[in-house]
């Protein structure tokens, strides 16, 4: 069973940078569309990026200009470049194949806080 293990997450000021990384087991993993997710407390966990297996991106509109999704098929691994934080980006960050099939066993999360 593929798992995924998220890490990177932090404390960071205001308009701070974190990078995230998320790394997937198994063989299949060139083959997904992967996505990062987030959920804040009390909230609904929303999808924030999206990167195909051929390498296109797609970013929910909160966080476009500042977050850079990428992956390296090669380490089974996807990115989250985080720049220019806000306080309204805390969360627990997870990732994911995309939302349109049926996602893989979700990982235990990386916590994002951002506060001064």
């Known amino acids: 069973q593929v798992q995924l293990v998220e890490s990177g997450g932090d404390l960071v000021q205001p308009g701070g940078s974190l990078r995230l990384s998320c790394v997937a087991s198994?063989?299949?993993?060139?083959?997904?569309?992967m996505g990062w997710y987030r959920q804040a407390p009390g909230k609904q966990r929303e999808l924030v990026a999206t990167a195909t297996s051929g390498y296109k991106t797609n970013y929910v509109d909160s966080v476009k200009g500042r977050f850079t999704i990428s992956r390296d098929n090669a380490k089974n691994t996807v990115y989250l470049q985080m720049n220019s934080l806000k306080p309204e980006d805390t969360a627990v960050y997870y990732c994911n194949r995309s939302p349109t099939v049926i996602p893989l066993p979700w990982g235990q999360g990386t916590q994002v806080t951002v506060s001064s």
């Open positions: 198994g063989s299949m993993f060139r083959f997904y569309d």
